[in-house]
């Protein structure tokens, strides 16, 4: 095992044995690694083989737009002083070579193959995960995007990625519309997605969402996985080839 890409990262190891899994997490704007840490106690009890690593911004936090209820301390992952929907993709695409560089250094520290890891991030967090993996092949096996929306509309759908959506419908930062529609067009586009929007949740990394979160985990099956089980019943001749 290489050292720690990054010494300030929160990094919660298995009890014992081997490391099996990789879960990196991505803060909003304006906040920090720490305010992950429902997600990751949740991760934690439920896959105690997993390293989990929760990350801070590269930058410190710059400001906000006015009346925004967010934080006014801590990191962001690329500025929202001046930002707008035409602006938004851009900065996005600033930010992801190195967003992705370190998602690269935490899976060779962890000695994992990219269907090991997964990233799971709130808000500015969960903007960047799911574009990470729409910008970069084999990049990691699932994301957990938390009040979070794609900077511009999916035109592809990522090739053998889990995408777990979760919104509040109370959410006025970011409304859940966006996630709604984005689902609908992954799912034309052929992706492994599930889009959860929850009553009276704002913009909030919620118990219930992160409830939600490790159910959809537990029980969605990869069309991947539906795929190679066809695959092995046709090679013992148990079902029919089509």
Not at 4 to 33: E, K, M, Y
Not at 176 to 196: F, H, I, P, S
Request: net charge negative; glycine share 8%.
């Amino acid at each position: 095992m290489t050292h720690a890409p990054d010494p300030r990262a929160i990094v919660s190891l298995p009890a014992s044995g081997p490391t099996q899994l990789l879960f990196l997490l991505f803060h909003g704007v304006g906040s920090q690694a720490t305010h992950m840490a429902p997600l990751a106690a949740a991760l934690r009890e439920q896959y105690p083989q997993a390293a989990v690593v929760s990350l801070n911004g590269p930058q410190p936090f710059d400001g906000i737009p006015d009346g925004a209820p967010m934080e006014s301390t801590g990191f962001q992952w690329f500025s929202v002083q001046g930002i707008t929907d035409d602006n938004r993709a851009g900065r996005v695409a600033t930010a992801l070579p190195d967003f992705i560089a370190r998602i690269r250094a935490w899976a060779k520290h962890f000695e994992l193959d990219w269907p090991h890891v997964a990233l799971a991030g709130f808000s500015q967090g969960a903007i960047m995960a799911l574009e990470a993996v729409q910008a970069e092949p084999a990049l990691a096996g699932r994301v957990i995007a938390v009040g979070g929306h794609y900077a511009s509309p999916p035109e592809q759908a990522p090739q053998d990625v889990c995408l777990h959506l979760l919104h509040g419908m109370a959410d006025t930062v970011l409304p859940y519309q966006g996630v709604v529609t984005a689902a609908k067009t992954l799912v034309q586009l052929g992706a492994d997605v599930t889009a959860d929007v929850l009553p009276e949740i704002g913009h909030e990394l919620h118990a219930d969402l992160v409830a939600q979160a490790m159910r959809q985990l537990r029980t969605f099956v990869p069309a991947k996985v539906w795929r190679e089980a066809m695959q092995a019943a046709e090679a013992q001749g148990l079902v029919p080839k089509v």
